[in-house]
């Protein structure tokens, strides 16, 4: 049986909803959808006016609408010009921006009243659109909603003006507006007969914010970019042509870099400039790119550009933008190549970047005095891996030049230690920009102490001389005294000076003295003073002669045996079972000390209470030895000190700006 039923389809507010009131979640967002229409209607002046967020009224002078006209192409949801043939404008031939016909909607994100005036053709007339009736309307049985005739507006002699009323509630400002307003479009300017002002200023390239911030810029092809022409001086070219499927498009725009991540902050407009925007007929189509090519470590912090794709939106091709015109659809093969190919330019410009930032970095660093010297005197090798480290540290964003300077410092000797062991591959692991990395590459390099070490050698050289030239005057023993008991590394290069508690130093202190007490004259003669010290986890009793005295194995013994019993006492009353070492330091050997096997028996006998002997000339002799030989050893840390110094003591203006 025939079945003469009618098949229909009804469009929900629902969807009506989606499709525009519900879509758009900014007002720079909406705001380019109108000044999109205008350039869609050969305008050539579009005004935005602002009333501190209570009314946003867009004016432009372009072709107008008829009441026909806004019936059939304005108030038709969905009306697709170029699918009837309205590819390009009628008076200045621009292609078309609108295709999907929804754009108008995205007003109502904004506002709950929209009041359009237009004039053409001598006809004025304008309507006015309100949420609350639309959705009342759609709410019955019938899918039509009529908007309110309102009176023609007498001023506007042509073009069309959009009045925004009760706007919804939203932090507003102008400011950020003009920025977000800019950086949606590449056509704003006199270069294409298109002005658009905000609040009477008109809205130029600069207000992008982000020209004036790019230290290298990468072009793709060499026309079309004015806004560069004289204010970088470092710009470099891209290949323009995209290859799909065996044919070639061709794109524009560019890609930049800036000095710190920090300067693709926004914090006036929200906006993250850290990104990639694509292009389309001159307005964005995709705000970013960049995130979806998951590029690894700290340079793509450093990133934004433009790319001028008109090839996708060509008008014998499917629409490749999503529903809201804010993003393209990923996997159309348009696009897909375009992303390859860019992938590939962000890698070139990565490594080219690299390039630059480490020549930056050591025009800089040679600036400040003795680097210079040290990177002259660096085989032709090594200074290409000693730039990558200076634009390593020059990338990071510090604070102050003392913080850079002493980082040029520690890299250099990294570089030096790197390079002693053939390592140098080892910078291509420092991520630009990542302190953390970099300060663990220099915690890790031991040889870094060799010259902190020279400073101490040279240091205690001097003192060996001084206190051997003190020895030979013989007289002031005092003098002697106290410089072998404030360095004690004469007796042992591996002591320093390290205060016990305390409690341990008075307890020593006392024991030693009753212990003196109950020495005869003659061994109270021969003393010129006793001291404590400790040493790591070692307790030392230094028990200094006079260079003249004269003294034997056993009674030597004999006090030194007494002190060991006194310190033990006090360290096991204090719950320490750390050893106590005594030296001696003697000006003439002992009285049995004249025969080989007389120094082997001492040697015994002392070395079973942790005793030993030294002599002055010994202690003089064998010191300047040890030191000595480390610093004719290490000619080259020498050479190197003396520049650390030099650096370090550099006048900070060297540096420049951080």
């Known amino acids: ?101 929804i754009g108008k909607l995205s007003l109502f994100s904004i506002a709950s009243t929209v009041t359009v005036h237009s004039v053409k053709g001598g006809e004025s007339h304008g309507f006015e659109m309100r949420v609350k009736d639309i959705e009342s309307a759609l709410h019955g049985e019938t899918s039509t909603y009529h908007p ?38 590449s056509v704003i300017g006199n270069g294409h ?21 790019l230290q ?31 044919t070639t498009a061709r794109i524009g725009g560019w890609i930049g870099t800036v000095e710190k991540p920090g300067q693709l902050k926004d914090g006036a407009s929200g906006d993250n400039l850290n990104r990639i925007a694509i292009m389309v007929r001159g307005k964005m189509a995709q705000e970013d790119m960049l995130g979806s090519f998951e590029e690894g470590g700290a340079y793509s912090k450093y990133v934004v550009g433009e790319v001028w794709a008109d090839f996708l939106d060509s008008d014998d091709m499917p629409d490749i933008a999503t529903t809201g015109r804010q993003l393209i659809v990923e996997d159309d093969p348009r696009y897909e190549a375009l992303r390859e190919k860019i992938r590939r330019d962000v890698r070139t410009v990565r490594s080219r970047w690299s390039e630059l930032r480490n020549e930056e970095g050591a025009k800089v660093a040679l600036e400040i005095p003795g680097i210079r010297e040290w990177f002259d005197g660096l085989s032709p090798g090594h200074r290409n891996p000693a730039k990558k480290i200076f634009g390593r540290i020059n990338a990071l964003a510090l604070d102050g030049d003392d913080v850079k300077r002493q980082l040029f410092v520690s890299g250099i000797l990294a570089f030096e230690n790197l390079k002693f062991k053939d390592m140098l591959d080892r910078l291509d692991d420092i991520d630009v920009g990542n302190l953390d990395v970099l300060a663990d590459l220099f915690s890790q390099i031991d040889d870094l102490e060799a010259d902190a070490y020279y400073q101490i050698t040279k240091n205690r050289l001097g003192v ?26 004469l007796l042992d290069p591996s002591w ?7 409690a341990t130093e008075s307890g020593m202190k006392k024991a030693l ?33 006079r260079p003249e005295a004269r003294t034997n194995i056993t009674g030597l013994f004999s006090q030194l045996n007494k002190y060991k019993d006194a310190a033990t006492k006090v360290l096991r009353g204090l719950g320490s079972e750390e050893p106590v070492e005594i030296v001696c330091v003697l000006g003439r050997p002992p009285k049995d000390w004249e025969t080989l096997e007389g120094r082997r028996v001492a040697n015994d006998v002392l070395g079973a209470i942790w005793a030993r002997i030294v002599f002055y000339d010994q202690l003089i002799e064998g010191a300047q030895k040890a030191y000595g030989a480390y610093v004719e050893k290490n000619r080259e840390i020498t050479k190197l000190a003396t520049l650390i110094g030099r650096i370090s003591e550099a006048d900070r203006s060297a540096i420049g700006p951080s």
């Open 193 to 213: 007969k298109f002005e658009v002002t905000l609040d009477g200023t008109a809205i130029t390239a600069e207000d992008r914010d982000y020209h004036k911030k």
């Open 496 to 502: 320093e000076r390290a205060p016990a508690s305390e």
């Open 1 to 101: 049986m025939a079945d003469d039923r009618t098949y229909t389809m009804q469009v929900n507010l629902n969807v009506l909803k989606h499709l525009g009131i519900s879509l758009y979640s900014n007002i720079p967002t909406v705001l380019a959808e109108a000044v999109a229409n205008a350039w869609d209607a050969d305008a050539e002046h579009v005004r935005i006016r602002t009333d501190s967020g209570r009314t946003i009224i867009i004016e432009d002078d372009g072709d107008g609408m008829t009441v026909g006209d806004a019936n059939e192409k304005y108030l038709c949801v969905g009306y697709a010009r170029r699918e009837r043939g309205e590819t390009r404008t009628g008076r200045h031939g621009r292609p078309v921006m609108g295709r999907k016909g």
């Open 513 to 545: 003295d009753g212990v003196i007490e109950g020495l005869t004259d003659e061994e109270r003669r021969a003393r010129l003073d006793i001291q404590y010290r400790t040493a790591g986890s070692k307790h030392v009793i230094i028990e200094l002669k």
């Open 216 to 246: 290298y810029v990468w072009l793709f092809g060499g026309n079309g970019h004015s806004e560069f022409s004289g204010a970088m001086s470092r710009t470099f070219r891209l290949d323009p042509e995209v290859r799909i499927d065996g």
């Open 464 to 489: 060996i001389r001084k206190f051997g030239d003190l020895r030979d005057q013989n007289a002031k023993e005092k003098i002697i005294q106290k410089h072998l008991f404030d360095h004690l590394w």
């Open 148 to 185: 309110a005739k309102v009176e023609a507006a007498g001023d506007l002699k042509a073009g069309t003006r959009i009045t925004l009323t009760d706007i919804k509630p939203r932090t507003f400002y102008p400011k950020s507006l003009r920025k977000r307003l800019a950086r949606r479009f």
